[in-house]
């Protein structure tokens, strides 16, 4: 379970494909500190299996003209069914990923309850950038967008957002929402690098979801 506060920037430095696969290798640094074999990272919002890891050598030293401290890496296998579901299978060597740990029963709740696992691919349709923020809207995929409502919580690439508004589908055009992000958000995410026509992952608030299934099940037992 994640809270969709991204720790840090990885860059994607191998990507070997398999026969219903692919092994992928990430560049990094905070989020090494308390790797294990078989632990969770998300990665843009997708939760994997660490398969290999090497942490970073000793910082070279403090102060203005230290050196930046160097990075590792991990390794985690991407499986058919994510590539297929997610925008995983369209990185490539040099994209920017954002990486976030699993949530510890003990830290505080920043975000909201993210599990990794996404629930369709978005596309980025219009960036309305204003004095200290920017507004985006992404086309959601047929039938999300009855999880999504003004002001609640919506996961994409892994960054915890408020939904601004919600548009339902009309004609030809697909069902669309709107998030404003903050220069944090921008900086510190790949969010601020994302432009229109490019992919998103998309994960909806699970509580919704649940609420559906429970109100289908008593609305069939009558």
Partial sequence: ??????????????????????????????????????AS??????????????????????????????????TADVMLETLNRSSLGGLAVGDRVNLERPVRLSDRLGGHLVQ????????????APAEHWEVVRIALPPRLDRYLVEKG???????????????????AEPASFTVSLIPTTLAD?????????????????VLAKYVEKLHADLNGSH
């Fill in 1 to 38: 379970m994640f809270t969709g506060i991204v720790e840090e920037l990885g860059v994607v430095t191998a990507i070997e494909p398999r026969q219903d696969a692919a092994s992928l290798t990430v560049e990094c640094r905070g989020v090494l500190d308390d790797v294990a074999h078989g």
């Fill in 41 to 74: 990272v998300a990665v843009n919002g997708v939760c994997l299996t660490v398969t290999s890891f090497a942490r970073p050598p000793d910082s070279p030293g403090d102060g203005p003209a230290a050196p930046a401290a160097p990075a590792g890496m991990f």
């Fill in 116 to 127: 990794g696992h996404v629930d369709g691919v978005g596309v980025v349709l219009e960036r």
């Fill in 153 to 171: 919580s919506v996961t994409v690439d892994g960054v915890s957002l408020t939904v601004v508004d919600v548009r339902p589908a009309a004609g």
């Fill in 189 to 205: 995410t790949t969010l601020g690098s994302r432009a229109v026509g490019d992919k998103v992952n998309i994960e909806v608030d």
